[in-house]
């Protein structure tokens, strides 16, 4: 299996790179958190779910030439998080969701809304992606606020997989880069 070039995206604070096999540690710090997993309503992950998390995540990358980027603090060069986006089926359309996750003790900082808003612009710039959405699970405010801090609107509500997600949306023609 052939990895891409490594897309970097540069913010004031952070470093985006495309998710790498040698990221699974540090992932794990935040998805072994369960301030973290209470937002999914599911246990913490082992290494074992974090090896699969990331590897599915890599296979995304190869089959649609975009994926989760693992975001890194330009101070310490710390992975703090992942954000990026993955294609997914939505009533029988294809749509990429441009998610974010990142370890709690650097919440509240505004790091998950400034990594949102480099992929939204790779997205729409350098992808041409016609729209993105955000699937955020009913109750996650903080979620809710960094999708509307990028310039998404509440579109309505989905059940997916057992759960009610808010729906978010955001079209290319309408973003306010």
Not at 11 to 18: G, I, M, N, V
Not at 35 to 42: E, I, L, R, W
């Amino acid at each position: 299996m052939t990895l891409l070039a490594t897309p970097l995206l540069e913010t004031p604070r952070l470093r985006l790179q495309l998710m790498q096999p040698g990221d699974v540690d540090a992932l794990l710090c935040i998805f072994a958190d369960p301030k973290v997993m209470a937002a999914f309503q599911t246990p913490p992950f082992d290494r074992m779910q974090m090896t699969q998390w990331v590897q599915r995540n890599l296979n995304h990358q190869i089959a649609h030439r975009y994926g989760l980027f693992s975001v890194i603090l330009n101070a310490d060069s710390v992975l703090i998080g992942d954000c990026g986006l993955e294609l997914i089926d939505i009533d029988g359309t294809q749509v990429a969701e441009l998610g974010y996750d990142f370890r709690s003790d650097y919440w509240k900082q505004g790091y998950a809304t400034e990594a949102a808003q480099a992929v939204r612009d790779y997205a729409f710039q350098h992808l041409l992606l016609p729209c993105l959405i955000s699937l955020i699970r009913v109750g996650n405010m903080s979620s809710r606020r960094v999708a509307e801090k990028i310039g998404m609107c509440c579109v309505g509500e989905i059940r997916r997989y057992g759960y009610h997600y808010w729906q978010y949306r955001l079209d290319r023609e309408t973003s306010t880069e």
